[in-house]
C-alpha cells in the first residue's frame, strides 16, 4: 500500500487550527452539550456516592448491569486508536498519519470513561486501591487468581502506555504549533508541551526509537487488554460466558467498535475543520474496509459462540435461547442487527467514501456493541443455574444518566483536544511527502 | 435485681438506658405509683457485681399466639433479648420454633409501639387512665357490674382466666366476650408422631398457626421414624388451595371447599359406618379408596382430621371416623376442657346495638380490624357510653374507643400460659419494660384496685405452688403434672351444615406470614415470602391455572372480586394445585392503621371472609406487578430437587469429576444436610436467620427489584401437571463450597476459606465488586445496596445480636453457618480442653426446624449426624455439574411414605 495522495493544501494549517479555530460558533454549541452532559455525570456521580449502588437497577442475580456493560464498552472504543497507531506505524502503514492522533486522543478518553467505571462500579469505591499491589500494613494483597485483579493492571497499563504514546506522538507538533504561534499565550501554552523539543537530528533519533519502543509495547497491549477483561466473564461460571473463544472475540469486538467510533469522528472532524484534504476519500475507504473486516471478524464470533453453545447443551443452549427469545432478546437482535446489518454497505466502495454513510454504519455499529455488551452482562445473570434465582434487571434514570455522563466527559475532552491540540500528526505526514 | 434464677439482667444498652432513668426521673412526679422501689431498672453504668458484658443470659419463657403459648428460652445480652429459642425441654417445643415465635421479638423491640395512653386519639397519661378506671370501678360497684363488658382476645393464661373469674366474681354481672378472629382450634390434640397414616381434609395441620410446632414437630418424629424404619408416615390431604400440609402429603387432592363433607361422608362409608355414600368423581374416589386403605390397615394409628373453620358436624364426623378406627387416645387425645365461659363478638354487637352494653373494655383484641364484622362492632361501639382499650399499638379498634392504654409486650410481661399439649408454663420477661406501658394482668388488677408487682400478681396465681416449683417453673418446667392424654368426648355439632357454593368458590384464610393481621407491622414477617407463592410484603388474589385462562388474567392482573355486597380489588396471583374453581384471599392485609410499616401492604379480606353473595370476578384492566422473591417455579427438567421412590431407595452414585485441586480433609470440617423429605417449607428457618444474623429488612420496592436480604430462601418448585403437580421446597443457605468460585473472582481477597472448611466473607475487606454474586451458581450472596443499617432507629439497633456484625454499605454479605456460633462453641471447647462435640454447634436455621431437617456438625468424623445423613444414599449436591464441592448437601425426597 502506498501513502495517499500527496495533500494539496497545506497540512501546517492543523498547527495553526487552535490559533485561527475555523467554526467556533459551533465548537461552542457542542461544547456546552457536552459540558451539559459532564454536568449530568457529577450529579449522577454525587447521587451514587451519597446513596450506593442501589441508585442503579442492579440486584441479584444481575449484580453487575449498567457499570461493568458500559466499562467494555467503552474500553473497546478505546482499542482502535492503538491498533491504528501502533500496530500501522510499525508495519509502516503511512496513510495512518491522518488518522493516528486523534484515534490516540480518542482512546485515552475513552479509556478515562472506561477506567472510571469500575471504581464507581463498587460498593465502597474510595478503597478501590485495595486492588493494588501495595505493601500494606496488613500484609494484605490482592487475590492474584481474580481476573479483576488483572483486569486493573490492564486497564491502567493501557492507560499509562497510551498516555505515553500520545504524548510522545504529539510533541513535534507541540514543537511546530508553538514555532507558528502568533501570540505569546499560544507560544507558551505548545512551548510548555513540547519539551523543548527544538528538531535536531539528536531529538529525532531519540524520539524516532521511543515511539517505536512504546508502539511495540502498545500493539501487545492491544491484544492483552480485552482478552484479560473478557476473562471476567470466561473466569466466572456462569452459562453464557464460560467460553474459551472470549480473548479474541473480545478483542474483535472491541477493534470493531473502536473503527466504527473513529470512523464517526473522522467524517465529523474533516467537515467541522475542513481537513478534506488531509482525511481524504482514501482514509474513510481504509476505515471502512477496517470496519468491514473488524465486523466480519466479530461475526464469526457469534456465530462460533452460538456454535459452541449448541455443542455444548445444557445451561449454555438454555442462555443462547434466552438470549434468541428471552426478555432480553431485543439486545441480542438488536446487536446482530445494527452490528451487521448497514455493515454490509461497506462491500461496495461508494459506500465507503460517503462520509454520511460512512458516519451512519459507524453509529450503528457502536450502539450494537453496546447492546451487545449489555446483552453480555445481563442475558447471562438473570437466569443462569438456579431457576428459582431468575430475575430481571431494569436500568434506573441513574444508570442511563451516568452513561450520558461519561459520554459527556469523553466529548468534554475530546472537544478541548481539538480546539487546542493538532488533531493530525503533521510531521508525519510532511515526513511521509518529503519521503 | 432480684434473685439467681429469677432475675432479669437490666434492661436495653448503657445509653439507652440512662437516657430512659433520666426520663423516668423527670416522670417520677407525673407517673405516681407506677413504679415501685424493686421494680426501677439500673442502668449498666453500675453493673451487677461479678458481671461480664457480652456473656449471655437464658431465660425460659412463652410466646402467646391465639392464647397458645409457645415454649421459649430467650437469649439475652447486657440485659438486652436478642434471640428466641424453643424450649428444648418442653414437648409442645422441642426446642424448635416458628417464624412467629422468632418474629415476636422485633414486636417487642417495634418502634411504632404505643407509648402512652390517650383519651379521644389525644395523648394522656396514666394517672387519668387511673382516674377513670377508678370511676369505672366505683360504677361496677354500685351496679354489680351491670352494663359493663370485658372483650379479650383469645385467653390462653390461667393466671388471666383467674383474674377474669375474679372481676366476674366481684361484678356478677359482667359479661366477658372473647374475640376469637380465627376459627377455635378446639380442644382435641393430634399426636402426629403417633399417626402412621393422616386424612386431613382442608386442614393445614402443618402450615403456620398456634399448633404449627407441635404438629411440625410431631409428624418430623414420624417422618424420621419413618426413615428409620419405623412404620409409615403417610400423609392424605384433600384441599382447595396448597398449603404447606398439602404438598407435603403423599397423595393429595385439589378438591373445592364444598367437597369436604361429602368426601368425609364418602370416607367414613368406605371403612363401614352407615353414612349414606355420596357422589364422587373418579380421583375423588381413588383419592378415598387410598386413604382408606391406609387407615384402615392399621387400625389406631390413624388420624382423620377436619379443619377448624369447616362446620361442627365435619369434625364430629372426623371423630367419629377416629373412634370406629379406634384412634381416639392413640393420635388424638383431647385437653381439659377450658375453665370459664365467654361469649363472642358477635353477641357483644348483638347486645350492644340493644343498648345492653354501657361501659366496654377491650383487652388485647382487635374487632375493628380483624373481624369479620368490623363495621358492625364500628357501629355497636356507637352505642356504648365508655370505652378502654388496650393494646401494643394504636390500632383501628383503640381510634375507635374512649381511652387506649399501652400494653406491656408478652416478652417484657410476667405472664402464663397453656402451651400446644395442654402442660402451662410460666412466662418470665427477659426485659423490664422500657416505655411506660402495664401487662394485661396489671391493667386487669388496676380494674378491681389490687396492688402488687406483675409478678406478685403472678405468684398469688399458683398459691399451692412451692416456692422449689415455682423456681423450676422459671427454669421452663410446666407448672404442675402435664395432664394426663385423655380420650376426647365427642364433639357437639351444632350448627349449619356446609352447603355447595356457587360456580366459584372463595376462600379466606389467614396470612401465613402476618396471620389475621396482627403481625402486619412486623417487618420480619412482611417480608417473610410466603412459602407457597414466595410473595412479600402484600397478598393477592390467589387463582387456578385453569380459572386464568378461562378468564385470560395472568400475574399482576388487578381484580375486583365481590360476594355479594362485600368486594376488594388486588393483583391475581396464578396458583397451581388450586382447584379450578376456587378463589384464595389471605388475611392481614390492607390494616388502616397499622402503622408505617403496613401500609400499602396488601388489600384488606375480612369483609369477605364471611360474605355470602355471587361471586363475581372482573378484571380491571391494568396490571400492578406483584412483590415476590422467586418467580419461576418450575425446573425445567434439572434436577434441584432430587426424589427416591421409596424407603432404602439410594440415589445413583454421581461419577467423580475432575478437579484441580485436593479435596481439603481439615478437621473439623463443618458441613450441612438439608433432608428435603422432611422440609415442610415453614420459613422458621429464614427468620431464625434474620434474628441471630442481624440482616436487615429491605421493604417492598427492593424486595420487588430483587434486593432482599436473607441469608436462607426457601426456593419451592412445582412439577408435572398444573391442575395438581408436585410442589417442593428446598431451603437453600450459602453451600460453602470446598472449590467456592467466589473466591476465585474477589480482587482482594474478601471472601477466603477458613482452615475448618467455611466459605467466610470478610466485610471489612470487601469493596463491592459483585464478583462473587456474579460467579455463584447458587445465587446465595445478598450486598448491601444502600446503608441499610446505619439510620435505624434505636430500637432496632437494640435487638441487634451483638456477636455479629451489622453489614456497612456496599459490601456482600451471605449465610456464614452461624460462624459465631461455632466460634462460642470452639471457645468452650479450647477451655475445657476437648474437641467440639457433635452437636454442639446448632445453626439458628437448624435449631428453629420443627422438623429436624437440617443437621449441621463436623463431616471429617463419620460418626457425627451430619456424616451419617450424608453417608444414607439420598444425599446429593445441588448442582454437581458446577463441581464446586459443595458443603451443604441435600437429602432427597421420598415419594412413599409406606414403610
Known amino acids: 500500500m502506498t501513502s495517499p495522495h500527496p495533500v494539496k493544501s497545506d497540512p501546517e494549517r492543523v498547527l495553526r487550527l487552535p490559533a485561527e479555530f475555523p467554526n467556533k460558533r459551533i465548537w461552542?454549541?457542542?461544547?456546552?452539550?457536552?459540558?451539559?452532559?459532564?454536568?449530568?455525570?457529577?450529579?449522577?456521580?454525587?447521587?451514587?456516592?451519597?446513596?450506593?449502588?442501589?441508585?442503579?437497577?442492579n440486584n441479584i442475580p444481575v449484580g453487575w448491569g449498567f457499570p461493568i456493560a458500559n466499562y467494555v464498552w467503552?474500553?473497546?472504543?478505546?482499542?482502535?486508536?492503538?491498533?491504528?497507531?501502533?500496530?500501522?506505524?510499525?508495519?509502516?502503514?503511512?496513510?495512518?498519519?491522518?488518522?493516528?492522533?486523534?484515534?490516540?486522543?480518542?482512546?485515552?478518553?475513552?479509556?478515562?470513561?472506561?477506567?472510571?467505571?469500575?471504581?464507581?462500579?463498587?460498593?465502597?469505591?474510595?478503597?478501590?486501591?485495595?486492588?493494588?499491589?501495595?505493601?500494606?500494613?496488613?500484609?494484605?494483597w490482592p487475590q492474584f487468581k481474580s481476573p479483576l485483579t488483572w483486569d486493573f493492571f490492564a486497564v491502567l497499563t493501557y492507560l499509562i502506555v497510551s498516555v505515553l504514546f500520545w504524548y510522545i506522538g504529539i510533541v513535534p507538533d507541540l514543537a511546530g504549533a508553538r514555532d507558528r504561534a502568533t501570540t505569546r499565550r499560544w507560544a507558551i501554552f505548545f512551548g510548555l508541551g513540547a519539551l523543548g523539543w527544538r528538531g535536531s537530528a539528536q531529538h529525532w533519533q531519540r524520539w524516532q526509537r521511543a515511539y517505536r519502543v512504546t508502539a511495540a509495547i502498545a500493539v501487545p497491549l492491544v491484544v492483552s487488554v480485552h482478552s484479560e477483561i473478557s476473562l471476567l466473564f470466561a473466569a466466572g461460571p456462569v452459562p453464557g460466558w464460560n467460553s474459551s473463544v472470549f480473548p479474541p472475540y473480545f478483542v474483535m469486538g472491541a477493534a470493531f467498535s473502536g473503527f466504527a467510533v473513529v470512523s464517526m469522528l473522522a467524517v465529523w472532524l474533516r467537515a467541522m475543520l475542513g481537513?478534506?484534504?488531509?482525511?481524504?476519500?482514501?482514509?474513510?475507504?481504509?476505515?471502512?474496509?477496517?470496519?468491514?473486516?473488524?465486523?466480519?471478524?466479530?461475526?464469526?464470533?457469534?456465530?462460533?459462540?452460538?456454535?459452541?453453545?449448541?455443542?455444548?447443551?445444557?445451561?449454555?443452549?438454555?442462555?443462547?435461547?434466552?438470549?434468541?427469545?428471552?426478555?432480553?432478546?431485543?439486545?441480542?437482535?438488536?446487536?446482530?442487527?445494527?452490528?451487521?446489518?448497514?455493515?454490509?454497505?461497506?462491500?461496495?466502495?461508494?459506500?465507503?467514501?460517503?462520509?454520511?454513510?460512512?458516519?451512519?454504519?459507524?453509529?450503528?455499529?457502536?450502539?450494537?456493541?453496546?447492546?451487545?455488551?449489555y446483552m453480555l452482562v445481563v442475558s447471562s445473570l438473570y437466569h443462569d443455574w438456579l431457576e428459582s434465582s431468575e430475575g430481571l434487571f431494569h436500568a434506573t434514570f441513574w444508570d442511563w444518566s451516568l452513561y450520558a455522563g461519561t459520554i459527556g466527559l469523553f466529548f468534554t475532552l475530546f472537544l478541548l483536544f481539538v480546539r487546542f491540540l493538532p488533531v493530525i500528526s503533521v510531521f508525519e505526514i510532511e515526513e511521509a511527502r518529503h519521503e | 435485681m432480684t434473685d439467681g434464677t429469677t432475675s432479669i439482667g437490666a434492661p436495653l444498652g448503657r445509653r439507652d438506658l440512662l437516657k430512659l432513668l433520666g426520663g423516668a426521673i423527670a416522670l417520677a412526679g407525673l407517673d405516681g405509683c407506677e413504679r415501685l422501689p424493686d421494680e426501677d431498672a439500673l442502668p449498666y453504668a453500675e453493673m451487677p457485681e461479678g458481671e461480664t458484658t457480652g456473656i449471655a443470659r437464658y431465660y425460659a419463657t412463652i410466646v402467646e399466639h391465639d392464647g397458645i403459648a409457645q415454649p421459649a428460652i430467650g437469649?439475652?445480652?447486657?440485659?438486652?433479648?436478642?434471640?428466641?429459642?424453643?424450649?428444648?425441654?418442653?414437648?409442645?417445643?422441642?426446642?424448635?420454633?416458628?417464624?412467629?415465635?422468632?418474629?415476636?421479638?422485633?414486636?417487642?423491640?417495634?418502634?411504632?409501639?404505643?407509648?402512652?395512653?390517650?383519651?379521644?386519639?389525644?395523648?394522656?397519661?396514666?394517672?387519668?387512665?387511673?382516674?377513670?378506671?377508678?370511676?369505672?370501678?366505683?360504677?361496677?360497684?354500685?351496679?354489680?357490674?351491670?352494663?359493663?363488658?370485658?372483650?379479650?382476645?383469645?385467653?390462653?393464661?390461667?393466671?388471666?382466666?383467674?383474674?377474669?373469674?375474679?372481676?366476674?366474681?366481684?361484678?356478677?354481672?359482667?359479661?366477658?366476650?372473647?374475640?376469637?378472629?380465627?376459627?377455635?382450634?378446639?380442644?382435641?390434640?393430634?399426636?402426629?408422631?403417633?399417626?402412621?397414616?393422616?386424612?386431613?381434609?382442608?386442614?393445614?395441620?402443618?402450615?403456620?398457626?398456634?399448633?404449627?410446632?407441635?404438629?411440625?414437630?410431631?409428624?418430623?418424629?414420624?417422618?424420621?421414624?419413618?426413615?428409620?424404619?419405623?412404620?409409615?408416615?403417610?400423609?392424605?390431604?384433600?384441599?382447595?388451595?396448597?398449603?404447606?400440609?398439602?404438598?407435603?402429603?403423599?397423595?393429595?387432592?385439589?378438591?373445592?371447599?364444598?367437597?369436604?363433607?361429602?368426601?368425609?361422608a364418602a370416607l367414613a362409608a368406605r371403612i363401614g359406618m352407615p353414612v349414606p355414600v355420596p357422589t364422587l368423581s373418579t380421583p375423588e374416589a381413588g383419592w378415598i379408596e387410598r386413604a382408606a386403605g391406609a387407615l384402615m390397615a392399621e387400625p389406631g394409628r390413624g388420624l382423620v382430621t377436619v379443619g377448624p373453620h369447616h362446620p361442627p358436624q365435619f369434625a364430629a364426623l372426623a371423630f367419629a371416623i377416629d373412634r370406629h378406627l379406634g384412634n381416639l387416645g392413640e393420635t388424638r387425645?383431647?385437653?381439659?376442657?377450658?375453665?370459664?365461659?365467654?361469649?363472642?363478638?358477635?353477641?357483644?354487637?348483638?347486645?350492644?346495638?340493644?343498648?345492653?352494653?354501657?361501659?366496654?373494655?377491650?383487652?388485647?383484641?382487635?374487632?375493628?380490624?380483624?373481624?369479620?364484622?368490623?363495621?358492625?362492632?364500628?357501629?355497636?361501639?356507637?352505642?356504648?357510653?365508655?370505652?378502654?382499650?388496650?393494646?401494643?399499638?394504636?390500632?383501628?379498634?383503640?381510634?375507635?374507643?374512649?381511652?387506649?392504654?399501652?400494653?406491656?409486650?408478652?416478652?417484657?410481661?410476667?405472664?402464663?400460659?397453656?402451651?400446644?399439649?395442654?402442660?402451662?408454663?410460666?412466662?418470665?420477661?427477659?426485659?423490664?419494660?422500657?416505655?411506660?406501658?402495664?401487662?394485661?394482668?396489671?391493667?386487669?388488677?388496676?380494674?378491681?384496685?389490687?396492688?402488687?408487682?406483675?409478678?406478685?400478681?403472678?405468684?398469688?396465681?399458683?398459691?399451692?405452688?412451692?416456692?422449689e416449683a415455682w423456681e423450676a417453673a422459671l427454669l421452663g418446667r410446666p407448672v404442675g403434672p402435664a395432664p394426663a392424654r385423655e380420650k376426647p368426648a365427642a364433639p357437639r355439632s351444632t350448627g349449619p351444615a356446609g352447603e355447595p357454593q356457587g360456580d366459584?368458590?372463595?376462600?379466606?384464610?389467614?396470612?401465613?406470614?402476618?396471620?389475621?393481621?396482627?403481625?402486619?407491622?412486623?417487618?420480619?414477617?412482611?417480608?417473610?415470602?410466603?412459602?407457597?407463592?414466595?410473595?412479600?410484603?402484600?397478598?393477592?388474589?390467589?387463582?387456578?391455572?385453569?380459572?386464568?385462562?378461562?378468564?385470560?388474567?395472568?400475574?399482576?392482573?388487578?381484580?375486583?372480586?365481590?360476594?355479594?355486597?362485600?368486594?376488594?380489588?388486588?393483583?391475581?396471583?396464578?396458583?397451581?394445585?388450586?382447584?379450578?374453581?376456587?378463589?384464595?384471599?389471605?388475611?392481614?392485609?390492607?390494616?388502616?392503621?397499622?402503622?408505617?410499616?403496613?401500609?400499602?401492604?396488601?388489600?384488606?379480606?375480612?369483609?369477605?371472609?364471611?360474605?355470602?353473595?355471587?361471586?363475581?370476578?372482573?378484571?380491571?384492566?391494568?396490571?400492578e406487578p406483584v412483590c415476590t422473591t422467586q418467580h419461576h417455579f418450575a425446573m425445567e427438567g434439572e434436577e434441584f430437587v432430587r426424589f427416591v421412590d421409596g424407603l432404602g431407595d439410594r440415589l445413583p452414585p454421581e461419577p467423580p469429576k475432575a478437579n484441580f485441586y485436593p479435596r481439603q480433609l481439615s478437621r473439623p470440617a463443618w458441613g450441612m444436610a438439608i433432608d428435603l423429605d422432611l422440609c415442610i417449607g415453614c420459613n422458621a428457618c429464614v427468620v431464625a436467620c434474620v434474628a441471630e444474623n442481624n440482616i436487615p429488612m429491605v421493604g417492598r420496592e427492593e424486595v420487588a427489584k430483587g434486593r432482599e436480604m436473607h441469608w436462607i430462601r426457601v426456593d419451592r418448585y412445582a412439577e408435572g401437571d398444573p391442575e395438581n403437580p408436585v410442589h417442593v421446597f428446598q431451603p437453600v443457605p450459602c453451600m460453602h463450597c470446598e472449590d467456592a468460585p467466589c473466591e476465585m473472582g474477589c480482587p482482594v481477597n474478601a471472601t477466603v476459606h477458613s482452615p475448618d472448611g467455611l466459605n467466610l466473607q470478610v466485610y471489612n475487606r470487601c469493596i463491592g465488586t459483585r464478583t462473587c454474586s456474579a460467579y455463584c451458581p447458587y445465587k446465595v450472596r445478598r450486598f448491601n445496596w444502600f446503608d441499610l443499617t446505619g439510620k435505624d432507629p434505636p430500637e432496632l439497633k437494640a435487638v441487634r445480636n451483638p456477636d455479629v456484625t451489622v453489614r456497612g454499605r456496599g459490601v456482600m454479605e451471605k449465610c456464614t453457618y452461624c460462624i459465631q456460633r461455632i466460634s462460642g462453641a470452639r471457645r468452650q471447647a479450647k477451655r475445657e480442653g476437648r474437641p467440639i462435640a457433635d452437636g454442639e454447634v446448632v445453626t439458628a436455621c437448624q435449631a428453629a426446624c420443627p422438623t429436624d431437617a437440617i443437621a449441621f456438625g463436623d463431616t471429617s468424623d463419620p460418626a457425627t449426624a451430619v456424616s451419617q445423613r450424608k453417608a444414607s444414599g439420598r444425599d446429593y449436591d445441588l448442582l454437581p455439574d458446577a463441581n464446586t464441592r459443595p458443603r451443604t448437601t441435600y437429602g432427597a425426597r421420598i415419594r412413599s411414605g409406606e414403610a
Open chain 2, 75 to 264: 437469649k439475652t445480652i447486657d440485659g438486652r433479648p436478642i434471640k428466641l429459642e424453643g424450649n428444648p425441654a418442653h414437648p409442645a417445643s422441642r426446642g424448635a420454633s416458628d417464624a412467629f415465635t422468632q418474629a415476636a421479638l422485633l414486636g417487642l423491640y417495634d418502634p411504632e409501639r404505643s407509648k402512652q395512653p390517650a383519651r379521644n386519639a389525644f395523648p394522656s397519661g396514666w394517672h387519668e387512665w387511673d382516674g377513670a378506671i377508678a370511676d369505672l370501678r366505683q360504677r361496677n360497684d354500685k351496679t354489680a357490674g351491670s352494663g359493663f363488658a370485658l372483650l379479650t382476645g383469645p385467653v390462653g393464661s390461667p393466671a388471666l382466666l383467674r383474674q377474669i373469674q375474679g372481676i366476674m366474681d366481684r361484678w356478677p354481672a359482667t359479661r366477658w366476650y372473647e374475640h376469637r378472629p380465627l376459627p377455635d382450634m378446639g380442644r382435641n390434640r393430634l399426636a402426629l408422631e403417633q399417626a402412621h397414616a393422616v386424612v386431613a381434609f382442608d386442614h393445614d395441620l402443618l402450615g403456620p398457626g398456634p399448633l404449627q410446632i407441635f404438629h411440625a414437630t410431631g409428624w418430623g418424629a414420624r417422618r424420621r421414624a419413618f426413615q428409620a424404619g419405623d412404620g409409615s408416615a403417610l400423609l392424605f390431604v384433600a384441599e382447595p388451595s396448597p398449603t404447606v400440609t398439602g404438598v407435603t402429603a403423599q397423595d393429595r387432592l385439589p378438591a373445592r371447599e364444598d367437597r369436604m363433607g361429602p368426601l368425609l
Open chain 2, 504 to 623: 366459584l368458590c372463595v376462600i379466606v384464610r389467614p396470612d401465613p406470614a402476618v396471620w389475621d393481621g396482627q403481625f402486619a407491622s412486623n417487618p420480619w414477617l412482611q417480608e417473610l415470602p410466603r412459602p407457597l407463592t414466595k410473595i412479600a410484603w402484600q397478598n393477592a388474589v390467589h387463582i387456578s391455572p385453569a380459572l386464568a385462562r378461562e378468564r385470560g388474567l395472568s400475574a399482576g392482573d388487578m381484580v375486583r372480586l365481590s360476594v355479594g355486597r362485600a368486594r376488594i380489588e388486588g393483583p391475581v396471583w396464578i396458583l397451581p394445585g388450586q382447584e379450578r374453581r376456587t378463589i384464595l384471599l389471605h388475611l392481614g392485609g390492607g390494616r388502616r392503621a397499622g402503622g408505617s410499616v403496613a401500609e400499602g401492604a396488601g388489600f384488606d379480606a375480612w369483609p369477605l371472609a364471611a360474605a355470602n353473595g355471587p361471586v363475581s370476578l372482573v378484571s380491571l384492566g391494568r396490571n
Open chain 1, 74 to 140: 467503552w474500553l473497546g472504543i478505546g482499542h482502535a486508536g492503538t491498533l491504528i497507531s501502533a500496530m500501522l506505524l510499525l508495519v509502516g502503514r503511512e496513510w495512518r498519519n491522518s488518522l493516528n492522533r486523534f484515534a490516540e486522543a480518542m482512546t485515552l478518553f475513552a479509556v478515562t470513561c472506561a477506567g472510571l467505571y469500575p471504581i464507581l462500579h463498587l460498593g465502597r469505591p474510595w478503597r478501590f486501591y485495595w486492588m493494588a499491589p501495595y505493601p500494606s500494613t496488613m500484609e494484605v
Open chain 1, 275 to 373: 481537513l478534506k484534504t488531509l482525511v481524504t476519500e482514501r482514509h474513510l475507504d481504509m476505515l471502512g474496509i477496517l470496519l468491514l473486516a473488524t465486523g466480519l471478524l466479530t461475526a464469526y464470533g457469534y456465530l462460533a459462540e452460538a456454535w459452541t453453545a449448541a455443542w455444548a447443551g445444557g445451561r449454555e443452549l438454555q442462555t443462547l435461547l434466552d438470549r434468541f427469545a428471552g426478555p432480553y432478546a431485543w439486545s441480542y437482535w438488536g446487536a446482530v442487527l445494527a452490528n451487521f446489518g448497514p455493515l454490509q454497505l461497506l462491500w461496495w466502495k461508494r459506500w465507503r467514501t460517503t462520509p454520511l454513510v460512512l458516519f451512519a454504519i459507524g453509529t450503528s455499529a457502536a450502539v450494537g456493541m453496546w447492546c451487545e455488551r
Open chain 1, 28 to 57: 461552542w454549541v457542542l461544547f456546552l452539550f457536552a459540558l451539559c452532559l459532564l454536568g449530568l455525570f457529577l450529579v449522577s456521580v454525587a447521587v451514587l456516592f451519597a446513596r450506593g449502588p442501589g441508585v442503579w437497577g
Open chain 2, 333 to 467: 387425645f383431647a385437653l381439659q376442657p377450658a375453665p370459664g365461659a365467654s361469649s363472642s363478638l358477635a353477641e357483644l354487637t348483638t347486645a350492644a346495638q340493644a343498648g345492653r352494653i354501657d361501659t366496654l373494655f377491650v383487652l388485647d383484641a382487635n374487632p375493628a380490624y380483624a373481624s369479620t364484622d368490623g363495621a358492625g362492632f364500628a357501629a355497636a361501639l356507637g352505642h356504648i357510653r365508655e370505652s378502654f382499650h388496650a393494646g401494643l399499638h394504636a390500632d383501628e379498634t383503640a381510634a375507635l374507643c374512649d381511652w387506649h392504654a399501652p400494653l406491656a409486650h408478652g416478652l417484657e410481661s410476667w405472664s402464663d400460659g397453656e402451651t400446644a399439649d395442654g402442660t402451662v408454663l410460666i412466662g418470665q420477661p427477659l426485659v423490664r419494660p422500657w416505655l411506660p406501658v402495664r401487662s394485661r394482668h396489671r391493667l386487669l388488677a388496676d380494674l378491681i384496685g389490687r396492688d402488687g408487682t406483675d409478678r406478685e400478681l403472678l405468684r398469688a396465681g399458683w398459691p399451692d405452688l412451692t416456692d
